[in-house]
């Protein structure tokens, strides 16, 4: 009887591994443009695992949560914060942009972040991320990511930086 106990004690704790194993694998993360792209009805930790893995936030560094033209609302905003407070990540910063232009310091935030998710509505145009490109381009040279929810507007963040 012992022996089932621990049998099936074990079998608990290897489904648990493999099942976070099996987020992360199949997250959709583009190496070559440093691009997660979730699915913004995921549960907050479909999407945390992902994160962590891909920008190795929990070494150092810290994460931006970019809300363009409120895009996302300060109840959603604040329980992404709260559930990475809960994995012990408390270096994640949120930043409003209204219009087109983006703050001096708001670039510099980007450009050293582990990572960026934008949160932008579904009528973004490609001006605006012609403006912010630089400043994703060199996160991601200094391994950082860009998480996008998917939608209409990934595809063209994709586009715009792969260009």
Request: charged share 25%; net charge positive; proline share 2%.
């Amino acid at each position: 009887m012992k022996k089932i106990q621990i049998s099936i004690f074990f079998l608990v704790i290897f489904y648990s591994c493999s099942n976070s194993e099996s987020k992360i694998i199949n997250s959709n993360f583009n190496e070559l443009t440093g691009i997660l792209e979730i699915e913004n009805n995921d549960a907050t930790d479909n999407y945390l695992v992902p994160i962590l893995r891909h920008s190795h936030i929990r070494k150092e560094g810290y994460g931006i949560l970019l809300n363009i033209e409120k895009a996302a609302t300060k109840k959603k905003l604040k329980s992404i914060t709260g559930a990475f407070r809960k994995k012990d990540i408390n270096a994640v910063h949120i930043f409003n942009i209204k219009g087109d232009s983006i703050p001096r310091n708001t670039m510099a935030a980007i450009e050293g972040a582990g990572f960026t998710w934008l949160f932008i509505n579904e009528d973004m145009n490609y001006q605006f991320c012609e403006k912010i490109k630089p400043a994703l381009k060199k996160s991601i040279e200094v391994n950082g990511i860009i998480v996008i929810e998917r939608g209409k507007y990934s595809e063209e963040i994709k586009k715009c930086m792969e260009d």
